[in-house]
């Protein structure tokens, strides 16, 4: 579904990444981690078409979308919701931007509330959510963008480590129930194994994919599986190649 083929791209004068190449295919989520500062972001924001690398093409079902924004959502580190629209408005608003009816536009938002945990909270406005509520608030406003594929950057990041292990779960199973192709940055190796079912690590900058790991049953995923010998096994290598053992 999305391709990116040999990235090469610089800040003026740095080098950020080196001839990267990655896909995800269909129904697929693929983190991407790596060390601090490496080009993770960078890396998204290439594949959404916001950057156009001087070397290397990004195809999204096979055309060419190399510097072309509009085909895929992306949902940016500090995504936040618009603090004066209710929280119906926020998600309805890539809908609206892009054409749609108010009415049709709340309509769908409406529709699809209680896969995303916010039914009955189309009226309240962002202060009045719980930083978990709001974090899905603003996952739902990014599938409205594009219910296809999903660029995430440290999506929950900004969340307590309960708030988030519970959003893992819940994020896992709807993800397995829309269908939707996920590429996620993340720095954490947990999340990356709990939630993938591939994982690219990049090396410092300039980034390179230093290695690509499958991680099978993304299906039959539980938090107990966390202290598994196979993920504790998966993590070693994880931190092996992320050069922090
Ligand atoms: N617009 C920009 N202009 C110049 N340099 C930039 C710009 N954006 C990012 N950089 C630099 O490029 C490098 C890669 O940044 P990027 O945000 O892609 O890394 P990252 O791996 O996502 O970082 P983090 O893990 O901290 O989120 C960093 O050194 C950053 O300071």
Redesign the pocket.
């Known amino acids: 579904m999305l391709a990116l083929e040999g990235i090469s791209f610089s800040?003026p004068g740095?080098p950020?990444l080196e001839d990267v190449s990655l896909s995800v295919r269909r129904g697929e989520v693929v983190s991407i981690l790596?060390p601090?500062?490496?080009?993770?972001?960078?890396?998204l924001s290439v594949a959404a078409g916001l950057d156009a690398p001087p070397r290397g093409r990004v195809f999204l079902d096979g055309r060419d979308c190399t510097g072309k924004p509009g085909g895929v959502s992306y949902m940016q580190?500090e995504d936040l919701l618009l603090p004066w629209r209710r929280v119906g408005g926020n998600i309805a608003l890539p809908l609206t931007l892009g054409g749609m009816s108010r009415a049709q536009a709340h309509q769908a938002v409406e529709e699809l509330l209680p896969a995303f945990g916010l039914e009955g909270f189309a009226r309240a406005y962002p202060f009045q959510l719980s930083g978990g509520m709001r974090q899905r608030a603003a996952l739902m406003r990014s599938y409205m963008a594009s219910s296809r594929l999903m660029l995430l950057d440290?999506p929950f990041a900004r969340l307590d480590a309960l708030t988030r292990a519970s959003l893992h779960q819940w994020f896992l199973d709807l993800v397995h129930r829309l269908g939707t192709s996920l590429l996620i940055?993340t720095?954490d190796i947990d999340e990356a194994l709990y939630l993938s079912d591939r994982i690219i690590v990049l090396s410092a900058?300039p980034a390179r994919v230093v290695r690509e790991m499958d991680v099978p049953d993304r299906e039959g995923r539980s938090l107990h599986g966390l202290t598994k010998p196979d993920f504790t096994r998966r993590k070693q290598q994880l931190l092996d190649a992320l050069g922090q053992d």
């Open positions: 800040y740095l950020v790596g601090s500062g490496c080009g993770k972001s960078t890396l580190q440290e940055v720095h900058r």
